[in-house]
């Protein structure tokens, strides 16, 4: 690779880190989970309007409250762990959708071959640990406005246990290559994305 394309790989892999760095971990992290405002505004400006004694506050934000500590540093081992998957959807779509030069594309396929190299080892580490620390998050929250943060739960699960019986060749050699597909496949990694995602900026 020449230092043209070594710059090129550089620059867009900062822009991934600073986005997902700065913008994700800040959307999955929203689990402070605090009732609508307007809409308690509108209801003290309205005749129907009433105190609320001390057993209904405390019912109330029970109702949308997260853990704030477990959720930070779940999100935070999440983005770590899933480093290297992002960095290579990035190299793959660029190599596939950019009108690049195929030395280019080559330089794309290297580095990403390069950063999954150094990179899976705390792929394979980080997710388990993520996952236990997401489950207590769980049970340590209560989120009643939307169950999306529940099937993003979920999806994390699947994936995890998915990517554990590849590494440890769990599965039956039959069905290695599907399981490997499901795991492997961008959408099934975006679509756990924007459970998370979404489901956080819903009940926040």
């Known amino acids: 690779m020449n230092s043209k394309n070594y710059g090129k790989i550089f620059f867009i892999s900062v822009l991934l880190i600073l986005s997902i760095f700065q913008v994700v971990p800040d959307l999955v992290i929203a689990d402070d989970h605090k009732t609508n405002k307007r809409h308690y505004k509108r209801y003290e400006n309205s005749k129907e309007h009433r105190i609320y004694d001390d057993h209904d506050r405390r019912?109330?934000?029970?109702?949308?409250?997260?853990?704030e500590t477990t959720g930070q540093t779940a999100a935070w081992l999440l983005v770590?762990?899933?480093?290297?998957?992002?960095?290579?959807?990035?190299?793959?779509?660029?190599?596939?959708?950019?009108?690049?030069?195929?030395?280019?594309?080559?330089?794309?396929?290297?580095?990403?071959?390069l950063q999954k190299k150094h990179l899976m080892r705390f792929h394979y580490v980080l997710n388990p640990v993520a996952l236990g620390i997401a489950f207590f998050h769980f049970l340590l929250s209560s989120c009643r406005s939307s169950s999306l943060p529940e099937w993003g739960l979920i999806m994390v699960t699947v994936m995890v246990f998915l990517g554990l019986i590849l590494k440890f060749k769990l599965s039956p050699k039959g069905m290695r290559k599907s399981v490997y597909r499901l795991h492997t496949a961008s959408?099934?990694?975006?679509?756990?994305?924007?459970?998370l995602v979404v489901g956080h900026l819903l009940v926040d």
């Open 80 to 113: 770590t762990a899933n480093l290297t998957i992002a960095f290579s959807i990035l190299m793959k779509g660029a190599s596939r959708f950019l009108p690049l030069d195929p030395q280019t594309k080559s330089s794309f396929k290297s580095f990403n071959q």
């Open 59 to 67: 019912r109330v934000k029970k109702d949308d409250e997260g853990n």
């Open 187 to 195: 959408a099934s990694f975006l679509i756990m994305i924007l459970l």
